[in-house]
């Protein structure tokens, strides 16, 4: 049973470009969400989604940040127009409908801006 | 405002001894409060959760308390080993937040054999 696969683990873009970040959850999980992590700082929320609805987007730049859960294919958290400021980790974890079984997180995508 | 603090200062300890860990949370009514451990490099690993009607919880050598009216979670390695060494970071929900966490800034343990 495969956990929460993230792709790519590196992406590298040049200052203008889009980066695509990609999740497929636990098999079982309806429930996705990103967070970022700047070095040395801590997880911090971005989105909250299950199939096909946002349900929270709080964490979310205005402008440029989008993210999607389609019916089907993985999650897609989409960056435009990328500045240095987004270079960080972005994670991505699932959860089942149950509350209390806790987070399954990916190994993330780095992204660094240049 | 909503805070989570955990101890930014990095838990040094002796291989076999009890490390502490303390999480403090404001304005928050949370109904679990998550405990878990982050590699470099990795994405954060789920260890415990506790709910709001629950005062101890247990796993092996790791023990969670939660005191609602203090606003405070515990968490306890015993006999700690140098491979328990990592970032231990707690996460709240909110009631009225659905399945969303909110994440503390976690504190580093290093256990020095």
């Known amino acids: 049973n495969a956990g929460v696969m993230q792709n790519p683990r590196h992406l590298v873009r040049r200052r203008g470009q889009e980066a695509r970040l990609r999740c497929s959850p636990m098999?079982?999980?309806?429930?996705v969400y990103w967070y970022r992590q700047l070095p040395e700082e801590g997880l911090k929320f971005m989105v909250y989604?299950?199939?096909?609805?946002?349900?929270?987007e709080s964490g979310m730049p205005k402008e440029r940040f989008s993210a999607e859960f389609p019916k089907e294919g993985p999650s897609i958290l989409r960056i435009q127009q990328v500045v240095r400021g987004d270079s960080a980790a972005y994670f991505c974890a699932s959860s089942p409908s149950d509350r209390d079984r806790g987070y399954t997180f990916g190994s993330g995508t780095r992204l660094t801006v240049v | 405002s909503q805070k989570i603090e955990q101890n930014s200062e990095a838990l040094n300890i002796q291989e076999g001894k009890t490390a502490t860990l303390t999480c403090n949370y404001t304005n928050y009514s949370p109904a679990y409060l998550q405990w878990y451990r982050q590699d470099p490099g990795r994405g954060p690993v789920f260890l415990l959760l506790i709910r709001e009607n629950e005062k101890e919880k247990r796993k092996e050598r790791l023990k969670v308390t939660f005191d609602t009216t203090l606003k405070q979670s515990l968490f306890h390695i015993t006999a700690s080993q140098p491979a328990d060494s990592a970032t231990y970071l707690c996460?709240?929900?909110?009631?009225?937040?659905?399945?969303?966490?909110?994440f503390g800034g976690g504190t580093r343990v290093l256990v020095k054999p």
């Open positions: 098999k079982g999980h309806s429930h």
């Open positions: 996460a709240l929900d909110r009631k009225a937040a659905g399945n969303k966490l909110t």
């Open positions: 989604l299950q199939k096909e609805n946002i349900i929270d």
